[in-house]
């Protein structure tokens, strides 16, 4: 159980969330929605005791899962199965017991392989306890459902896209919050967008896997079928009133009843606004007698009651305005990639991919999770180097890369040196009115990048990509972490766009608002004509 009293949380002297009081229970499934920068992704850390509150108790009792947005944790050395499975302590055990069945085979000293023998026997009843082999199944099935081959598992952590690690961090929550054989669990699970990086069959299974967990939820997610699925309780963050909204019911009704809400939100206060100013319009009246003054005072503050006695009507959202730069004049080929292959180790992610991107062009990569989608854009920013092949840039050639996990922003630099770094030579009131349309202003421009939310370190990334005026754009799941208004900008953006594009993503609607001329196909490299037939495969691969 997760019980929260007197919450107050801050970014900078901005008050995201003040006397707020909450509770999570089991069997609660909690959707915390809001705008990006309401607060959602602070107060999930907060719960979680990743972050401290600016005032307020946060009391935790029983299990956690935690997972971030962007999982920077754990020994990259690590295979991916033993991150897994060291959620419950089932990875040294294994290791262990290879080493001793090792020296069982090995051992020619009949002491010495009866003491491993008996060493083996002893770890393998603790790994039974444990829940052994049963256990080991489990979390195999999990990490299959959410795309993670076992060619993956086998992997070093640190050779994995950031996308496979986020997926391997959600796989090892998951297995930690079941009980083998079971599926019950009293674990409260809070997930910080747990669908980016899936694929449709993965956020399918994993709607069912949340549905039926016995523990607390929390999520934040802009997957509306995730949450319409899923939750029977709603937590809004309002923004612009610093409070938590809270709605004890599913998706769809919380969505009624808050359209209702605003309704009568809007009815009352014109209501009192008319009543408050027939009011004010008499007591103006009766001021001119000095015989009237005291009961002209008196209507006055009638009027003044009825109106601070109304809830404070919600303020639109404001949202980003979103548009990628005007591009510099450059040749018919700006870039063009040559026999690219890359290997992690004896793993080959590609081989011999061929790349043509000409002025204007628009290309769609597509491929399974693992085929090597994100390491082909990081080749082509040049923040990874090919094992073989060449990049070759052409005449007048400046790329703008916007990676998924926010590798381009200095975490620990604010957001006005993240967009002096991106246009150094732009002018400062230039670079102001630049992040003014981003949502970026006064004291959060001395913000560290690094504690935005996952939605605002997206504007930021998209807001140095404005300031580049590249003609080639390397966009890599630019709508991940949006709200459904700053998604519409980036697709409104990428409309318009009169440059060249290399788009990587699961967002079908990404795919149709660039209106693509080519594919890539990864792992081959194989090139094709653009088709609708393809678009059916954007959600799989």
């Not at 967008?193 to 949340?210: K, V, Y």
């Not at 590249?470 to 409104?492: F, G, K």
């Amino acid at each position: 159980m997760i019980t929260v009293t007197d919450l107050e949380l801050r970014a900078g002297s901005r008050i995201l969330l003040s006397d707020t009081t909450l509770r999570v229970q089991p069997g609660d499934r909690i959707g915390l929605v809001g705008r990006n920068g309401a607060g959602k992704t602070t107060t999930l850390r907060v719960l979680a005791g990743e972050g401290e509150p600016y005032a307020g108790s946060v009391l935790r009792s029983g299990e956690l899962g935690y997972l971030p947005q962007d999982p920077r944790e754990g020994d990259l050395s690590m295979t991916a199965k033993d991150r897994v499975l060291s959620a419950r302590g089932l990875d040294e055990i294994l290791r262990e017991m290879e080493k001793f069945q090792t020296a069982m085979a090995e051992l020619v000293d009949e002491k010495e392989r009866d003491a491993a023998v008996r060493k083996y026997g002893r770890l393998e009843d603790r790994f039974a306890a444990l829940g052994g082999y049963a256990a080991e199944s489990e979390a195999a099935r999990i990490c299959a459902n959410l795309g993670l081959a076992d060619r993956v598992l086998a992997q070093p952590t640190g050779t994995l896209s950031g996308g496979q690690r986020r997926r391997v961090e959600l796989a090892r929550i998951l297995f930690a919050a079941t009980e083998a054989g079971s599926g019950k669990s009293d674990t409260i699970l809070l997930l910080d967008e747990p669908t980016n990086h899936l694929d449709a069959d993965s956020i399918t299974w994993l709607r069912g896997f949340l549905k039926g967990h016995s523990g607390g939820l929390v999520v934040i997610s802009h997957d509306v079928e995730l949450l319409a699925d899923v939750v029977n309780r709603v937590w809004f963050l309002d923004a612009n009133r610093a409070e938590v909204d809270i709605y004890n019911m599913e998706w769809k009704r919380y969505l009624d009843a808050r359209a209702a809400d605003e309704k009568r939100r809007k009815r009352e206060r014109a209501n009192a606004e008319k009543k408050a100013g027939a009011l004010k319009a008499q007591a103006d009246k009766m001021r001119a007698k000095a015989t009237k003054a005291v009961a002209a005072q008196n209507m006055a503050r009638r009027a003044d009651k009825l109106l601070a006695g109304l809830e404070n009507e919600r303020v639109a959202d404001k949202v980003a305005k979103i548009r990628f730069p005007q591009p510099a004049a450059c040749g018919k080929t700006p870039l063009t990639a040559e026999g690219l292959s890359k290997s992690y180790g004896s793993l080959e992610i590609f081989a011999g991919v061929d790349l043509a991107i000409d002025r204007g062009s628009r290309v769609v990569v597509l491929g399974l999770n693992g085929a090597g989608k994100t390491t082909l854009l990081r080749l082509l920013g040049g923040s990874e180097t090919a094992d073989s092949g060449d990049i070759v840039p052409g005449h007048g050639l400046r790329i703008g890369y916007y990676a998924q996990e926010h590798e381009t922003l200095d975490h620990d630099a604010s957001v006005w040196e993240n967009i002096r770094h991106a246009a150094p030579d732009a002018p400062a009131q230039q670079l102001r009115t630049l992040l003014g349309a981003f949502l970026f202003t006064g004291e959060q421009l001395d913000q560290p990048a690094g504690t935005l939310s996952g939605g605002e370190k997206t504007r930021l990334a998209l807001a140095g990509l404005v300031s580049s005026a590249a003609n080639v754009l390397l966009l890599d799941e630019p709508t991940n972490n949006l709200d459904p208004a700053s998604r519409e900008q980036v697709l409104d953006a990428l409309r318009s766009y009169e440059g060249a594009v290399v788009l990587v993503t699961h967002d079908p609607g990404a795919v149709e608002a660039l209106e693509p001329e080519r594919v890539i196909l990864l792992p081959d490299g194989t090139e094709d004509h653009w088709s609708a037939d393809y678009l059916e495969l954007v959600q799989l691969a």
